[in-house]
């Protein structure tokens, strides 16, 4: 019962859907990659994506001293539906800036 309560919980904020689009439009993606496309201050950007983790959705792996995120996979049926919800939802999403391969991660 927790991780459902987690999960409903975890769609009930806009910024984290957003978030689980922009993630679903682009793929893996480093922590400064997202700050910098959505325009987040790193230490609000890190709590979504820690709610985000503890209710299912995504993974986290370190590469060096750089976080990675990315969907999690396989996600369950309650975790696919509500993902494939979201992406008939009329999102408008930023563009993907990826700094980290420009001018390297300086978080």
Same mark, same amino acid.
């Given at each position: ?5 987690k999960?409903v ?27 910098h496309?959505?325009e987040?201050?790193?230490?609000? *950007?890190?709590?979504?994506? #820690? +709610?985000?983790? =503890?209710? /299912? ?35 408008? *999403?930023?563009?993907?800036? #990826? +700094?980290?391969? =420009?001018? /390297?991660?300086?978080?």
């Open positions: 019962m927790d991780i459902f309560l999960t919980s975890a769609l009930n904020d806009e910024t984290r859907v957003l978030i689980l689009r922009f993630f679903d439009a682009h793929g893996e993606l480093c922590v400064c990659d997202l700050q496309s959505l987040m201050i790193q230490s609000r *950007l890190s709590r979504h994506l #820690k +709610i985000l983790k =503890e209710a /299912g959705f995504l993974r986290v792996d370190r590469k060096g001293t750089w976080a990675y995120y990315s969907i999690r996979t396989p996600l369950d049926r309650f975790r696919s539906e509500a993902l494939e919800e979201i992406r008939h939802l009329d999102i408008a *999403l930023p563009k993907l800036q #990826k +700094i980290s391969q =420009e001018e /390297g991660c300086k978080l």
